[in-house]
């Protein structure tokens, strides 16, 4: 069974400009979490869906958004660009919520 | 909000040494994830653990989940240098997010 995927690995932006990030879970998965990694402040959880639902948000503020879709892939959006954004961007998926998550690859954005 | 400490935060071991690191929490879990995670790589869990008490074995990997559900251990027995990499605990109470300890970094020495 495939793992999660994540597109793009990498990205490089400006300050100011917006960035999409895409997460297609595990096959049969509904739930899909994304968390933002910094060697300053660890793994950080962003958002948290189940079935096109945000069940959980976390302490970022609100040019971070995402969004799960029917299908249970699930894309988050930066907005106003900040080089504090520069991070390893992770989504995890699970078979349902509150059970064992699977991460994917990650996106590296680094913000200029 | 929820607070993991994982201590400790790097280990420098010999090939062959067995190896202990754990994670506390200021509140009550219902879950204790454990993950590796390589560099470039997006974490890989390694076990999973949803009772307190319970305590589970994957290959030379053996993690518990403590009786208060405020703890959990992971051991790794006879260290090899693929073990090299960031250990990572997490945990959840119900309706919460999963919450990260800071990792332990480990490093084989062969």
């Known amino acids: 069974k495939a793992g999660v995927t994540q597109t793009p690995r990498y990205l490089i932006k400006t300050r100011g400009q917006q960035v999409t990030l895409s997460c297609s879970p595990i096959s049969g998965h509904r739930s899909v979490s994304w968390y933002q990694q910094t060697p300053g402040q660890g793994l950080q959880f962003l958002f948290e869906y189940f079935s096109e639902t945000q069940r959980n948000k976390g302490n970022f503020p609100g040019r971070f958004s995402g969004r799960q879709f029917s299908n249970s892939r699930s894309e988050m959006n930066v907005s106003t660009l900040e080089l504090g954004d520069s991070a390893l961007y992770l989504c995890a998926s699970s078979l349902t919520d509150y059970y064992e998550q699977y991460f994917g690859p990650g996106t590296r954005l680094t913000v200029t | 909000g929820q607070q993991l400490n994982q201590s400790p935060q790097s280990m420098f071991i010999q090939e062959g040494e067995d190896v202990s690191m754990n994670c506390t929490s200021s509140?009550?879990?219902?879950?204790w994830l454990w993950y590796k995670q390589d560099p470039g790589e997006g974490p890989v869990l390694l076990i999973a653990l949803y009772k307190a008490g319970e305590l589970t074995s994957n290959g030379r990997l053996t993690a518990q989940f403590g009786i208060t559900r405020k703890d959990s251990f992971l051991n790794i027995s006879a260290s090899i240098p693929s073990d090299v990499g960031i250990y990572f605990c997490?945990?959840?109470?119900?309706?919460?997010?999963?919450?990260f300890g800071k990792g332990t970094r480990l490093s084989v020495i062969a």
């Open positions: 509140s009550i879990f219902n879950t």
């Open positions: 997490a945990g959840r109470d119900i309706k919460t997010p999963l919450v």
